[in-house]
């Protein structure tokens, strides 16, 4: 877990280096926990600029988080063969194994969004979260 802390600090202070003179430099840390069949972000909102996603699968399958702008409700994606169509795809990490822990770091725009896991049937059981960029 340590050395979790070591990286995450890291990578905002390589985020924070490389913002150009001038651009707003907020950044909000987004934990994001992933179990069957949920997406549990905190907080569940941030403004907009570098957003960090510290992504941790606590469950006991693999997991994937996908980051989506979108205007269409956090159920309401259509889908094909199981798996939500990523219209709107922002970034994304995995599949990560059980107690698995990635960062991603993503620059985002006020709006609507949608955190989910696209694993085939994840979607579908509910594992997807609205998350609001303002």
Known sequence: MRGFAVIL???VALAAA???????SAKTLVTVRLKEFKVIPAP???KRGVVVFSVRNTGKVAHE??????????GKL???RGRAILVGRVG??????PRASRMLMLTLTAGKHVLLC??????QAGQRVGFAIS
């Open 118 to 123: 696209n694993l085939p049937g994840h979607y």
């Open 9 to 11: 600090v890291a990578v």
């Open 65 to 74: 988080l996908v980051v989506l702008k979108t205007k269409v409700a956090p």
């Open 18 to 24: 490389a913002s150009p003179v001038g651009a707003s």
């Open 78 to 80: 259509r889908v094909k």
């Open 92 to 97: 994304g990490v995995g599949p990560m194994k």
């Open 44 to 46: 569940v909102s941030a």
